[in-house]
């Protein structure tokens, strides 16, 4: 898949979001990246055979006080080849696209990983 139509599918995902939720998205960078670098690896704590899809790299807006301010912005990387690694077809692609972008963003908004795993089984 060529690069701009994933970069496509990212944006699309981001704006199938409520728009409550996406007002929120103030001071978030979203990238697409082919692959996670050394450091997020690393940051990630993964293990090995482990792969690494999307990462949120900044402060949850649960843990901004009042004195956050002039700060570089977050940061959600999504990684287009690991996905792509994944998906068999361009439909399990859109939705998984889809499942890490709000897998990340759902980060930014402060719900933790063992949280977003139970409402990811449902």
């Known amino acids: 898949m060529e690069r701009e139509e994933f970069e496509l599918m990212v944006i699309q995902a981001v704006e199938s979001l409520p728009e409550e939720l996406r007002a929120k998205l103030e001071n978030v960078a979203i990238v697409v990246d082919d692959w996670p670098t050394q450091y997020q690896l690393k940051k990630a704590g993964l293990k090995r055979g482990q792969t690494l899809l999307g990462l949120y790299e900044g402060v949850p807006l649960t843990k901004r006080g009042v004195r956050y301010g002039m700060v570089q912005p977050d940061k959600i990387s999504i990684f287009r080849k690991p ?40």
């Open 83 to 122: 996905i792509e690694a994944k998906c068999k077809n361009s439909d399990l692609l859109v939705r998984e696209i889809q499942r890490v972008v709000w897998h990340e963003i759902a980060h930014h908004f402060g719900i933790g990983e063992a949280r977003l795993r139970q409402i990811e089984k449902t």
